[in-house]
């Protein structure tokens, strides 16, 4: 089994001592930094961003091609690991001989080491592994007084400093899609520059209110999602997306996919906070409004295709949405690409 080591929470640094253990070719442009590996001992991308001073964000998508460990070394002050796994399970342990613990697909975890002792992640060979993580660093004074640090210290710290601080929680899918809409930025220069730290900082906060919420309540396998299912959530609302002519309903939608009607509903509300029939009809609207953009369909047309019947209905839901009528939108795109 090979080791890498990451001495630092600094994105350069983090992604200079990955390159000096598995190569590859390193990109860089405003403090993000990405690591292309294609060599026999790994495939695949790390990349990793510096959010502010004290935040740095990591993300893996990549296959070791042998077993590996990656071993986070404490610093002066023992930083915070708010981890979340996509694809894949993340093998975790405090120290390389100590007890590992299973971070599975749509899981999250907040992982403490007490003082000199390192956070380590292990990683079987030939196995895509997706798993991102938001390092908190303790190390600088400076921040002492920083709010949300000192709130984060306060939180994620346990009473004896000889023991270390570990939660495992509750699947989340809002996480996922907040890493999906991350990895699929194309603005370049500052605005992508503040997208990707609003976005990053989205992703902490919902790692943090997955700790708070499931410390208010109890959860248990009653009423509550497995991962399969919620594997199946998602290829669900995928096929609504991919489809949305279809006419749904509930009880062919649990049909097709085998959850009763209340797991859907736990589900949607899970993955995008809204009903099925919410989530149908505002797939509904959006993609009849990119038809708008990129179509010469008329309004009649656009509603048939998307599989509504009442044009009255489709007006009152898009104005709802985007405010103001379809046809309104529509004659706007039409003088824009008339004065382009």
């Known amino acids: 089994m ?14 200079n001592d990955l390159q000096e253990h598995i190569g590859g070719t390193t990109t860089s442009l405003n403090q993000e930094y990405v690591l292309t590996v294609d060599n026999d001992l790994a495939y695949g991308s790390i990349t990793a961003v510096s959010i502010k001073k004290s935040i740095t964000y990591i993300a893996f998508d990549i296959e070791f091609k042998k077993d590996f460990r990656l071993v986070n070394t404490i610093l002066k002050s023992s930083p915070i690991y708010f981890t979340y796994c996509s694809e894949g399970q993340v093998e975790h342990s405090f120290s390389v001989t100590g007890k590992t613990n299973t971070l599975d697909a749509f899981q999250t975890a907040i992982l403490r080491s007490k003082e000199t002792v390192n956070n380590v992640y292990h990683f079987e060979k030939d196995i895509l592994f997706k798993f ?21 210290n306060e939180l ?14 509750s699947y989340n ?23 990707v730290e609003s976005t990053v900082q989205t992703i902490l906060a919902l790692e943090i ?31 609504i997306t991919n489809y949305p002519e279809k006419q749904y309903t509930l009880k062919y939608l649990s049909t097709k996919s085998g959850l009763t009607p209340s797991k859907l509903q736990e589900g949607f509300k899970l993955l995008h906070d809204r009903t099925v029939t919410d989530f ?11 038809l708008i953009k990129t179509t010469d369909l008329n309004i009649s047309e656009i509603v048939y295709t998307v599989g509504l019947t009442s044009r009255s209905y489709f007006s009152k839901i898009f ?10 939108y529509q004659d706007n795109q039409n003088s824009l690409a008339a004065t382009a």
């Open 2 to 15: 090979k080791t890498l080591h990451i001495k630092s929470t600094s994105a350069r640094k983090m992604i």
């Open 132 to 152: 991102s993580t938001v390092v908190v660093s303790t190390d600088d004074v400076s921040l002492a007084n920083n709010d949300l640090n000192a709130k984060l």
């Open 156 to 169: 994620f710290t346990t009473k004896n400093d000889t023991e270390h601080f570990a939660y495992f929680g």
């Open 173 to 195: 899918l809002k996480i996922s899609e907040k890493i999906k809409q991350l990895e699929a930025i194309k603005q370049q220069g500052v605005v992508r520059r503040l997208l």
């Open 209 to 239: 209110q997955q700790h708070t919420d499931d410390l208010e309540v109890a959860r248990n396998t009653f009423g509550s999602l497995c991962k399969d299912e919620m594997e199946t959530v998602k290829d669900v609302s995928q096929f």
């Open 280 to 290: 149908i009809r505002n797939v509904r609207v959006e993609t009849a409004e990119n």
């Open 319 to 328: 104005k709802e949405k985007y405010n103001c009528s379809p046809k309104q």
